[in-house]
């Protein structure tokens, strides 16, 4: 099973959202509740520990993808 990501494409920019494996239906879950106005925003930690806050509000006003993360490797 490949990894996969969220992409938000919203006028103030493009957001990516690394989805841990096995936590797909979870975050689509997230997604719907957020665009049916039953939770008011996702609440995620990168990599370095800080929390990021994508409001529902934004999600309501972006392009959501989800897609598989691709690892480019550089030499």
């Known amino acids: 099973m490949k990894e996969k ?3 938000i494409t919203h006028v103030t920019g ?4 690394d989805i841990t494996p096995g ?5 689509q879950e997230q997604i719907d509740r957020c665009l049916n106005n ?5 609440v995620v930690r ?12 934004l999600l309501k006003n972006s392009f959501i993808t989800i897609v598989d993360k691709t ?4 030499f």
């Open 5 to 7: 990501i969220v992409q």
């Open 14 to 17: 493009k957001y990516i959202l």
């Open 23 to 27: 936590r797909l239906n979870e975050m």
């Open 38 to 42: 039953e939770q008011a925003a996702i």
């Open 46 to 57: 990168n990599d370095k520990g800080e929390q990021l806050i994508y409001p529902s509000e």
């Open 71 to 74: 690892i480019t490797e550089v």
